[in-house]
């Protein structure tokens, strides 16, 4: 699971004591302060956008001890779209450290597939499984119960897969639960659909948009640090038009330019930060 930076003010989280000398990334921090505020307040459904590799695992991990400490939630079910994800949730030596990290009591997990183990003890406080597994009659019949026992947190990774009309969301929207969390990355699909779970605004033409409970972007990312990695790679050099987003100004460089101008961090960050 990522790590995070020690840049975070020492504000408290229910349930989260760092142990270890181990602190939230200032955006996983800032999310985890709102959705207390608004779950104190009853709400239900939120978003949280980070950019890859910030540690929206941590972040979701995090929210369910909150969520527990709250009386927010019991159970914790993550929903994730591909094998992958599913076994960097379920890992249990990362689990493990995860929680000790935190300063929280560490929970009971288990992956729901089709051999249905995890309904074999109601009492497991996680579940991770797929949005293949879940929308399928069987997972869905087999979390149902599941999620019957007692108020459970969903947490719907890489929520841009979720289409409020798609197979899975459809499948799966009848599932009982407390509080949703949807996150990602990327937020927007290419077919403008909007995403199951996911607040929404309209802008003056009444096209949906994302409204995010906290987002990370790439500039909040670059300015923090630890988080962007350098790459190497050999290209052929070729010319760039590109325009300020502070200026509007038109600005045509080639790669050997830009590379000249590395250094001036700021400069470059007016062309490539969102």
């Not at 149902?144 to 947490?155: G, K, P, T, Y």
């Not at 990355?185 to 802008?203: A, I, M, Q």
């Amino acid at each position: 699971m990522p790590g995070s930076s020690a840049r975070s003010a020492s504000s408290e989280l229910p349930g989260i004591q760092p142990q270890d000398g181990f602190s939230f990334r200032d955006g996983q921090r800032a999310f985890l302060e709102k959705l207390a505020a608004a779950w104190k307040k009853g709400e239900t459904n939120h978003l949280g956008v980070f950019v890859p590799g910030y540690g929206k695992t941590i972040a979701a991990l995090s929210a369910f001890v909150v969520a527990r400490a709250m009386g927010a939630a019991e159970k914790l079910v993550v929903f994730v779209p591909r094998g992958n994800l599913r076994d960097q949730y379920a890992d249990p030596e990362e689990l493990a450290q995860t929680f000790a990290s935190l300063g929280a009591r560490p929970p009971s997990f288990c992956v729901a597939d089709s051999d249905e183990v995890f309904l074999k003890n109601l009492a497991t406080e996680i579940v991770i499984t797929t949005y293949q597994y879940a929308s399928g009659a069987g997972g869905r019949r087999a979390l149902r119960e599941f999620c019957q026992q007692a108020d459970s947190l969903f947490v719907f990774d890489e929520v841009h897969h979720l289409a409020v009309d798609g197979t899975w969301a459809q499948e799966i929207s009848d599932l009982p639960y407390a509080r949703s969390i949807g996150l990602s990355g990327t937020p927007l699909r290419s077919d403008g659909k909007t995403l199951f779970g996911v607040p929404h605004t309209e802008d003056e033409n009444g096209v949906p948009y994302y409204d995010a409970l906290h987002e990370v972007t790439m500039r909040d990312a670059h300015a923090e640090g630890g988080i962007l990695k350098r790459v190497d790679a050999h290209v052929v050099d070729y010319d760039l038009q590109m325009i300020r987003e502070d200026t509007g100004e038109e600005v045509n460089l080639s790669l050997s330019e830009m590379r000249e101008i590395a250094d001036e961090e700021d400069d470059l960050d007016a062309y490539f930060a969102r």
